[in-house]
């Protein structure tokens, strides 16, 4: 932007030159940064859910604990789910392990359920939802508002580019008037 300012009060042909290799440098990056975005976004999905199914097998709670500060925890109260898929993820952990009893962490519970403890006796006051759907989501989102983002600023630097190469043809080269 400085340089493009800077432009326009000195005239000078070699920041003009300086303002194109710029442009075209930054709309190289951003379209790569666009691709990058929209591949990036289609092929988390696996590997997202091998993490969370990962997590949860990992996870070391009771039924009795108090809402722990886990990532697990944290990600299902925050974005109101249970499990991976949903909330008998839980039960395929807690049977895994001898000494886990049949129930969901307290994270599970909705919101309007104070009293609620992960007890699978009250499935109702547990969320229905899993969590890797909203994850997906939430990573989709931003994958594609990056895309735009980044496609917009391209369109941007190419109005700049056609521009300043429309200034550049309609100057005279006044460095070699001498000549």
Not at 9 to 19: E, H, M, P, Y
Not at 127 to 146: H, I, R, T
Request: aromatic share 8%; charged share 15%.
């Amino acid at each position: 932007g400085v340089l493009a300012i800077s432009i326009s009060v000195r005239c000078s042909r070699n920041q003009q030159g300086t303002l194109m290799y710029l442009l075209l440098l930054l709309l190289c990056l951003e379209m790569s940064s666009a691709a990058l975005a929209r591949s990036y976004s289609t092929r988390t999905a696996s590997q997202l859910e091998s993490a969370m199914g990962y997590l949860v097998d990992q996870h070391n709670w009771t039924c009795s604990q108090d809402p722990g500060s886990s990532v697990v925890d944290v990600m299902q109260r925050k974005l109101r789910c249970c499990g991976v898929h949903n909330y008998t993820d839980w039960l395929k952990a807690s049977s895994s392990s001898w000494n886990l009893p049949a129930c969901v962490p307290e994270s599970c519970c909705k919101e309007m359920h104070s009293q609620c403890r992960g007890d699978l006796g009250h499935v109702e006051q547990l969320s229905e939802e899993g969590c890797l759907k909203k994850l997906e989501d939430q990573l989709c989102f931003a994958m594609l508002y990056v895309f735009w983002c980044c496609i917009m600023l391209s369109i941007f630097e190419l109005l700049a580019g056609v521009s300043n190469g429309i200034l550049m043809r309609h100057q005279p080269f006044h460095d070699l008037r001498i000549l």
